[in-house]
């Protein structure tokens, strides 16, 4: 079966932003001067992503409408901003691992960091002020979070930034949604987003603990040790340990439920 006019759109968006990953990364190579074996790395690695990203677009294809159910005929601001921000996935992830033994990249990678986290804001405010919302605006958001997450935990964690017990419970804790949603999804043969205040509030947590913990991983002095990240590394601890009993109460109730029903999920 031959792509529809809308599929190919979105394919055209990937097919772009991986021009744009590729182009920048070459400007970006050229004027921080950086390895050159990491373009050998940087450039089938980023094309094997935007493959992945096209193959999971493809998978929830059905999931192309608007809220109440009509075919999309347009992207939309909000989903652009959500895409841009996962095709940037492997660039900000480079600049991550070369920030420390290279210190002219601290401001770009503050930079990356703080564009993607405005466009988490930006597009959940644009899709409900303009009421431009989308079935898969409002799935590809939170996979997008949960990306971009797990990326940084797992980078975080590599280079001893975060604390073992942390790095664990906030893998258990994002291994637990994927795994829990997708038993679901099989279970009951659908898709579901559903978003809840302790879910949003773990979320959350994250993204201000990861922009402080940015800060010890470019060894700036004074931060690494200092006693407020501590505690509030002890409050993430806390805030993972909550959420996955709370994950846990929501998939029990809803294995409990008949499979008729209305979209389940939450992040």
């Known amino acids: 079966m031959g792509l529809t006019s809308f599929q190919r759109r979105v394919l055209g968006v990937v097919v772009a932003f991986f021009a744009v990953q590729t182009t920048g990364f070459a400007v970006f190579q050229a004027f921080f001067h950086l390895p050159a074996p990491w373009d ?7 094309a094997a992503y935007h493959v992945l990203v096209w193959l ?28 841009f921000r996962l095709t940037s996935l492997p660039i900000i992830t480079l600049v991550f691992l070369l920030a420390r033994t290279h210190p002219s990249l601290a401001l770009p ?36 979070d949960y990306v971009i997450l797990f990326s940084l935990t797992v980078v975080l964690g590599i280079t001893g930034v975060l ?24 279970v009951y043969q659908k898709q579901f987003v559903e978003t809840t205040w302790l879910g949003k509030a773990s979320l959350f947590v994250l993204m ?3 922009a402080v913990e940015i800060l010890v991983f470019l060894r700036l002095p004074g931060w690494e040790g200092h006693w407020a990240i501590r505690c509030l590394e002890i409050f993430s601890a806390a805030a993972m340990v909550v ?3 709370d994950k846990l109460v929501f998939f029990r109730k809803k294995l409990r439920e008949p499979p008729a029903g209305t979209d389940l999920t939450r992040p």
């Open 208 to 210: 201000v603990l990861f």
């Open 56 to 83: 999971g677009l493809w998978s929830i294809k059905n999931r192309f409408t608007t809220l109440d159910g009509a075919p999309l005929q347009r992207l939309g601001l909000p989903n652009l901003l959500t895409l």
């Open 109 to 144: 990678l503050v930079i990356f960091v703080s564009v993607a986290f405005l466009t988490d804001l930006f597009d959940g405010f644009l899709a409900r002020t303009f009421r431009l919302g989308t079935q898969l605006g409002k799935l590809l958001d939170s996979s997008t």
């Open 243 to 245: 959420s996955t009993f």
């Open 163 to 186: 604390p073992l017990y942390l790095l664990v419970l906030i893998l258990v804790r994002l291994a637990f949604q994927v795994s829990g949603v997708l038993w679901i999804q099989f």
């Open 40 to 46: 050998w790395v940087f450039y089938p690695a980023t």
